[in-house]
């Protein structure tokens, strides 16, 4: 239902998963090393924003979407990056629902868009999402 | 284009391509997309996508990887010629993504990123942001996934 407002999740980001995932996807020196991080816009060590989206996505598949009836999402409306996500954080999601709609051509589908803010342990987002995820929807009645 | 203030709106970079094999598409998935149609050929099989897919997220980290190898290469350029290297990022977000088309195991995906603006902020007079058209086409040049990037970019120093 739209506005429904929901908190779910627990990751724990350690510095060895965050510099193996920038080794592998995103070897920039401020996401691999310390020194070079702290001369950097980000002021020290931080997670490859492309880590923030593969961890909500995991969030979101043990949250809510692998028991779901998911087909899968089209694509992403916005991503941002609001600030540093630092080893060591851990994170949650707070998920709000945004509209739920049956999709015109496909009246077996429906269409859920989502603002998805991945939470630090401060209480405030590293990183906001909006976008759609399609659905299986019952039969209508 | 050493510094922002020199990046060129609107020449493509072709970053180079990767092939998707079933175990990169599982080893991703299982650890951040643990989806059936991601990480299971037989309820992949079963699925809407009748067969095992590629998760968008990873289509997306491999593009990042292409791309920052790519920016190295630039680096590395300007240090062999004597000049000055670029200094990138982070970004600040990006929008419009899309997945146009699946990706399945054996699938070749040829990767690029093209300046498409660029904005100076008053608030950061050192760093501008280059707006950018990043994605990547199939073999038969068919545009399987985009979205438009934004990057930090230092501008030449004022004398």
Redesign the interface.
């Known amino acids: 239902m739209p506005g429904e407002v929901s908190s779910y999740g627990a990751y724990e980001l350690s510095r060895d998963a965050l510099v193996a995932f920038a080794a592998?996807?995103?070897?920039?020196p401020?996401h691999l090393d310390e020194e070079a991080a702290r001369d950097?816009?980000?002021g020290g060590l931080?997670a490859?924003?492309?880590q923030a989206?593969?961890?909500l996505?995991?969030l979101n598949?043990d949250g809510f979407?692998?028991a779901s009836t998911?087909?899968?999402?089209?694509?992403?409306?916005?991503?941002?990056?609001l600030r540093p996500l630092r080893p060591g954080t851990r994170l949650s999601v707070r998920r709000t629902v945004l509209e739920a709609r049956r999709s015109k051509s496909r009246p077996d589908t429906g269409l859920v868009k989502f603002l998805f803010e991945l939470m630090a342990d401060d209480g405030q987002p590293v990183m906001s999402q909006t976008?759609t995820i399609m659905f299986g929807a019952r039969t209508p009645t | 284009m050493t510094y922002f203030d020199d990046v060129a709106v609107g020449v493509r970079r072709e970053l180079g391509a990767f092939r998707f094999t079933s175990e990169a598409i599982r080893a991703f998935a299982v650890?951040?997309?643990?989806?059936?149609?991601h990480v299971d050929e037989t309820l992949a099989a079963r699925s809407?996508?009748g067969g095992l897919v590629a998760?968008?997220?990873h289509v997306?980290?491999?593009w990042?990887?292409l791309n920052?190898k790519a920016r190295?290469e630039d680096r590395l350029a300007a240090e062999r010629a004597g000049r000055t290297a670029p200094v990138i990022?982070?970004?600040?977000?990006?929008?419009?993504?899309?997945?146009r088309k699946p990706v399945r195991p054996g699938d070749e995906l040829f990767f690029f990123s093209e300046a498409t603006g660029k904005k100076t902020q008053v608030s950061r007079p050192d760093?501008g942001v280059v707006l950018m058209r990043n994605g990547a086409l199939d073999k038969a040049g068919e545009e399987v996934f985009a979205?438009d990037g934004a990057v930090?970019w230092k501008r030449r120093p004022i004398p």
């Open positions: 592998e996807y995103d070897p920039q401020f950097s816009l980000l931080a490859s924003g492309w989206c593969a961890i996505m995991r598949c979407l692998t998911s087909l899968g999402a089209p694509g992403i409306d916005e991503v941002r990056w976008g | 650890q951040y997309d643990p989806q059936p149609f809407h996508f998760s968008g997220w997306a980290a491999i990042m990887r920052v190295e990022g982070p970004s600040p977000g990006f929008r419009n993504m899309v997945w760093w979205f930090f």
